[in-house]
Each structure stands twice: as structure tokens, then as C-alpha cells.
């Protein structure tokens, strides 16, 4: 359908504000965001709705705008529920970037803009096709009538007798029928989640037909584009940006020989699926600000009173009705892809968001309490616990590593294609601004812990660290002195004398994990160089770099330094 076509259809309360020029362009279909940067969600074509809650102030606008036009959307429309009438900043970034605008009344929801732009692009072809689909609207409404996912499956049963279920990227049923039949069982989630991210890492065309125990079960990813069955067609962008996050649509039917026309509708559903997808991530700015910050002000050296201030600020958001200040945790991911350089903190926030609902609850914001940062590679979690207790053995409840790890291990190794590893640290809980320095700083080494063992999906927990990296963030000043010198003041002398630059070679080299290709590509040195340089180091310091040991020594040496 075209642009033009919506400014004729008076019950989407469309405003057209600006680029009267390209109202011929083709709408392919329809994405709901609040992200700052959406791009990982677009492949071009569509028609983004926004309620601008990421807007903070005028100078947002035009960084939002360059981002969608080179995403080859088709117009921006802007909601005035939040705002009022559209910015005039926003107005004028449109009409630089020549992107249409349009302002969306107050008065209609963005699922009405989503229905009616999904039931235009699928055509209506098939009557009982498209009764079904123009039901879908009571899953997108906000009131009473609404329901989320779990009302187009309801749908599907009713209408055409399919038994279809929501998944997470870690085989998390987000959603799945009311009726009698029985349910998925964890391991049947979770061989169909890791099916389904390897024929997405191999460019499989869904949908992905997978039969098991005496049933064929169709696959279709749940994306904004809705019809594009391979995840990087068309788009340029690498599938591993979005593999590891995207929700699947599984039906319980081999899907081989379906008509166009019910296929069609299918996609239609994912369609409308992503927009619940693209509302939980929208929903989950907040958490995602107030991580960021308070990671910002441990990681900066702020003063415990003022992170305590921001903690008692994010409790109630993320721990509603918990009545008192809760314990925290930190959970620290990593996500690497060999031979790419490229920032995958935002992968990792990502994923670290999907992993860490319990995966034995459903829906898809149930227990869905933590808030996630991105820093650089890294994504910080920070876990509320409404209180701890101590088990007969002494060990404290909360997240575990270990039953963290026995979740999500199946389906992300698939996932990862033989090409990438994800790392997972997780820390004690905390009660306190002043425990949670230190709770940062056992995850990240945990993580590293977790990345020095083989396999592509690795965790590991605070009772696996040495007590000195549990109180690293309390050793005394004089304590700090002394274990750093003793490590570090070899290799700062020979850099002065010889500018070897052993000090960044060895900041390098952990920062890697110690492989010495990254490494080496880092440094942008030969590898024959870099072996030198770390031979050099130790046998100045009498340290083994291939000892786990030495290398957490090291570690805790430079960040004490």
C-alpha cells in the first residue's frame, strides 16, 4: 500500500506534517519503537509509529530521524498522547531528511494504525483468512478486550484449528493456547528454540519445519518486517544482530504444503506479535535508564550516598510493593563473534534481557523486574531480590549460575553457529550503595572465569572466586600499593627505559581473554610480536599467562592501580 493511502482513511486520525512529495512511497509494513536507535528492529519499507518517549530534548531529534532514513523507512508517524502536538524540532528534522511525518490524534491507538496497515499489505485475499486477521485487533487494544499474544493464539485455535506458542531465543514460552491440550515441555521449548536460531544462522527460508517425538512443528520469526523470511535479506545487516534476541512463532502443523494464503496470514501474525514485542522492549526504556546510571555512578567512583539515592529511585520500579529496600544482584554478559570488531553491548543487553525471566514463568512481562545496561561489549544487569535466605548448606538463594547456565545452554549454542561464545558472570546479592562496587566487580570476574573454560555458552557465580577478588573494592590503600607494585612496577620501568608498551600489551591481552589472535588484530601487531612482548612480561614479573591464577592477579592488579 502507499503512503497516500492512509491520509484517506479518516479512522487512523492521521495528520500529515510534512513530505506532501512522497505520500507515492510503499508502506511494506508497520514497526511500533521507543528505542533511541531502532535500527536492528528495521530492514526498510516501514511505516515507524512513535510516542517519542525517546525524545529528551530538541537535540534528539535529528540523530532519531538520520537513523530511520537510513534504515530506508517509509514515514514516521508521532503520537501525541505524550507530548501534545508533534515538536517543531521533530518537524524540521523530517523536512531536512525527507521523511514524511505524520502526527497520530490522541485518540487512536497505535494498533489500530498496525491492524489496518497489516490486513491492507496481506490483501485480504481469503474471506475466512481475513476475518481472523481483522480480530486480531483485541490483541493489540489496551482495555479490557486486549490480551497480548496470547489472544491471537486463541484466535488461531478457534478459527483454524492451530495450536501455536510464543518462544523466547532461550525456548521461554512467552505465550501459548488456553485450551486442554497439553503444554510444550522444557526440553521440547528448547530443542525448537535452538532449531530455530540455527536455520536462522544458516539462511534457512522459514518457515523452519522441525519434527519431533511424532510431531511436525512449523517455525516463523517474529520480526517487525513481518513477510521477510530470511532475517538479513535485503537489509545489509548482519543476522547476528538480532539471532540471539528475536522471539518464534511455533505451530503445531507441518506448514510444507499450506497455501499462499494461509501463510500469508501467518506472517501476518508475526507481524502483529512483534508489535507486543516492540511494546515490552518500549516498556523496558526506563529500566534500561536507570541501569545505565547507576552503573555510571559505580563505575565512576560516585559516593555511596548518591548511588543509594538512585537505588531507593529504581527499587520500586523494578520491585513494586516490595515494601522494604531489596537485595541486589549483578549479572555481567559478553557476547563475542570471532573475526568482528563490532560493539556488541547491545546484543548482549539484549540477551541478558531474555535470560534472565524466569524461565519457568510465561507471558511476556511476568518476573520481568531487572534492568540492563550496556557498557562498550558488556551488558550489567542489576536484580532485584525482594530478601534473601540462607539455605541448610549455607549457600545464599537468588540467581545461581550454574541453573542460569542449564537454561539457556541448548538453545544459544545453537545459536552461536560454531562462530561466537557467550559469557556469563553473576555476582552474590547486596543490600547496600557500598556492596554494589563490589558485587560489579565479582561479576565481571566471574565472567572471565566463565571465559577461560571451553564451550560457546559459559557461566560462572561469585562462590568460584578467591576471597581477595570478594573484597577487592575494600582493600586498603597501603594493600592496593604494595600487590601493584609487585606486579606492575617491573613492566612500567621497562616501558620507561625501552617504550615496550608491555602495559597496554598486558591490558590488551586479558581484555581478550587471553586469545592471542583478538589480541594481536587489537594491537594491530604480528602475533609473533605479541608472544614476544607477553614472553617479555613474564619473565619479568616470574607470572604464567596461561595460569588462570596469574591472570585474575594481573587483572586485580591493573584495576587497583
Known amino acids: 500500500m502507499r503512503l497516500r493511502a ?91 531528511h525527507r521523511l514524511p511525518l505524520f502526527a497520530v490524534n490522541e485518540s487512536v491507538a497505535f494498533a489500530t494504525i498496525t491492524e489496518h496497515v497489516v490486513r491492507q499489505v496481506s490483501g485480504e485475499r481469503a474471506g475466512d483468512l481475513a476475518a481472523v486477521v481483522d480480530r486480531h485487533r483485541r490483541m493489540m487494544t489496551s482495555g479490557p478486550a486486549g490480551g497480548g499474544p496470547d489472544v491471537v493464539l486463541d484466535l488461531l485455535g478457534s478459527d483454524l484449528d492451530l495450536r501455536a506458542w510464543v518462544l523466547s531465543p532461550t525456548g521461554r514460552p512467552v505465550a501459548g493456547p488456553k485450551d486442554a491440550g497439553p503444554a510444550l515441555s522444557t526440553e521440547v521449548c528448547a530443542k525448537l528454540a535452538a532449531e530455530h536460531l540455527a536455520a536462522t544462522r544458516t539462511g534457512r527460508r522459514a518457515p523452519h519445519r522441525v519434527p519431533l517425538g511424532g510431531t511436525t512443528y512449523s517455525l516463523f520469526p517474529v520480526r517487525g518486517t513481518g513477510r521477510a523470511p530470511q532475517s538479513a535479506a535485503g537489509t545489509g545487516r548482519d543476522v547476528r544482530e538480532t539471532v540471539l534476541s528475536e522471539w518464534l512463532l511455533v505451530v503445531e502443523a507441518d506448514a510444507g504444503d499450506w497455501a499462499e494464503e494461509r501463510l500469508d496470514l501467518l506472517y501476518g501474525v508475526t507481524q502483529l506479535i512483534a508489535v507486543e514485542r516492540d511494546r515490552r522492549d518500549a516498556a523496558r526504556t526506563v529500566r534500561r535508564r536507570l541501569a545505565q546510571e547507576v552503573v555510571e555512578l559505580v563505575q565512576t567512583g560516585a559516593a555511596p550516598a548518591e548511588i543509594a539515592a538512585r537505588l531507593r529511585v529504581a527499587a520500586p520500579v523494578l520491585l513494586p510493593g516490595s515494601g522494604a529496600a531489596p537485595h541486589w544482584q549483578v549479572v555481567v554478559a559478553r557476547v563475542e563473534w570471532e573475526d568482528d570488531e563490532a560493539e556488541t553491548g547491545p546484543v548482549a543487553q539484549t540477551l541478558l534481557e531474555e535470560i534472565l525471566v524466569d524461565p519457568l514463568t510465561t507471558g511476556p512481562e511476568h518476573s520481568d523486574r531487572i534492568a540492563v545496561a550496556h557498557t562498550g561489549e558488556e551488558a550489567v544487569a542489576l ?118 608498551e608491555l602495559i597496554p600489551t598486558l591490558e590488551a591481552f586479558l581484555d581478550s581473554d587471553g586469545s592471542w589472535t583478538r589480541c594481536a588484530t587489537r594491537l594491530h601487531l604480528h602475533v609473533n610480536t605479541l608472544r614476544y612482548r607477553v614472553g617479555r612480561i613474564e619473565q619479568l614479573t616470574g607470572r604464567d599467562l596461561s595460569r588462570l591464577e596469574d591472570k585474575l592477579d594481573f587483572f586485580l592488579a591493573l584495576r587497583m592501580s
Open 6 to 96: 492512509l491520509l484517506d482513511t479518516d479512522a487512523l486520525g492521521l495528520k500529515l506534517l510534512g513530505g506532501e512529495g512522497e505520500l507515492d512511497r510503499s508502506v511494506r509494513g508497520v514497526m511500533t519503537t521507543d528505542l533511541r536507535d531502532p535500527s536492528r528492529y528495521l530492514s526498510g519499507g516501514e511505516l515507524v509509529l512513535s510516542g517519542l518517549a525517546w525524545r529528551r530534548d530538541a537535540a534528539d531529534s535529528d540523530p532519531f530521524v538520520r537513523i530511520l532514513v537510513q534504515a530506508g523507512v517509509a514515514a514516521l508517524a508521532a503520537g501525541e498522547a505524550e507530548l501534545g502536538d508533534v515538536p517543531e524540532d521533530l518537524v524540521v528534522a523530517c523536512a531536512r
Open 383 to 500: 536484580v532485584p531480590l525482594p530478601a534473601v535466605s540462607t539455605e541448610h548448606d549455607g549457600s545464599e538463594t537468588g540467581i545461581l549460575a550454574d541453573a542460569l547456565l542449564e537454561s539457556v545452554r541448548e538453545p544459544l549454542s545453537a545459536g552461536l553457529d560454531g562462530d561466537g561464545r557467550v559469557t556469563l558472570g553473576v555476582s552474590a546479592a547486596v543490600h547496600s550503595a557500598e556492596g554494589l562496587r563490589g558485587a560489579l566487580e565479582e561479576a565481571r570476574h566471574a565472567r572471565r572465569v566463565a571465559a577461560a573454560r571451553p564451550g560457546r555458552v559459559c557461566a560462572a557465580g561469585h562462590q568460584e572466586l578467591a576471597s581477595h577478588v570478594l573484597l577487592l573494592p575494600f582493600v586498603p590503600d597501603d594493600v592496593r600499593r604494595a600487590f601493584t607494585a609487585r606486579l606492575l612496577d617491573p613492566l612500567r620501568d621497562y616501558d620507561r627505559r625501552h617504550r615496550a
